[in-house]
């Protein structure tokens, strides 16, 4: 069949088409290359320390959310967030691609005594079993998905963030980690080079149906801190609007 297009659903998967394949890490097919990124715990990548982000720590710490409040927790990883919202009686779901991460991450929440609700699959599909999130929060999900999927993503922040709630954020800062090419050059190249870095201003942009509460680097912790801060990262925290 030659014309494969009549929704935009289709057009969004014609698009993740134009990207080499070994530059996926946002459709289902990118499971086993994430399977393979958790799989060596002992390669000390930053990003698998037992530690919560000191962003979201710092909001918590404000009285960000009031007690049992529900929480999304996208592209979860081995559930270093999860668990500690989890610890601090909020009742959470969270999601990833990789059932290896998902694995380290129920082990993680057995040793801390708390049991988080984790998912399998691609957050634009998972079945999830609350309508709506007070907060949804992202640890380095948003700079994997190529320009086209940022349509998914805000659809899916429509659909899943409560009138009122907050949205919360870490990715790559530009001058600092992450590829700054222009949109459309990443669709001649074919790949996001490891990741897409964003400037306070972009993240305004495009998410301006939300009213912003704090953008920010992220502040460095050292090597076994209980918290977890990379200088190479921008923080986020915006409001949705309350409903009427």
């Keep these: ?24 890490r946002w459709t289902d097919r990118a499971a086993d290359w994430w399977d393979g990124f958790y799989a060596d715990r002992g390669s000390g990548r930053p990003f698998f320390v037992a530690a919560p982000d000191e962003n979201l720590v710092a909001h918590l710490d404000r009285g960000l959310l009031a007690p049992g409040a529900r929480v999304l927790d996208l592209g979860c990883g081995a559930g270093r967030n999860a668990v500690h919202l989890a610890s601090r009686g909020f009742e959470v779901d969270a999601v990833d691609l990789s059932s290896t991460a998902l694995d380290w991450a129920r082990e993680r929440a057995r040793e801390a005594g708390v049991a988080p609700r984790f998912h399998h699959g691609n957050i634009f599909t998972v079945e999830l079993p609350l309508p709506r999130y007070d907060l949804v929060y992202d640890s380095g999900c948003l700079h994997h998905l190529p320009p086209h999927r940022r349509i998914s993503y805000l659809a899916l922040l429509d659909r899943v963030l409560a009138p009122g709630g907050h949205f919360g954020l870490t990715c790559f800062a530009a001058g600092a980690m992450g590829s700054e090419l222009p949109d459309t050059e990443l669709y001649r190249t074919g790949r996001l080079d490891g990741g897409l870095a964003f400037t306070a201003d972009e993240l305004r942009w495009i998410l301006g149906d939300f009213t912003e509460v704090e953008i920010r680097p992220m502040v460095p912790q050292e090597p076994g801190a209980p918290l977890f801060g990379l200088p190479v990262l921008l923080t986020a925290l915006f409001r949705r609007p309350p409903a009427g």
């Design 1 to 24: 069949m030659n014309r494969s297009v009549r929704s935009t659903d289709d057009v969004l998967a014609l698009l993740d088409g134009l990207f080499a394949p070994e530059a996926d």
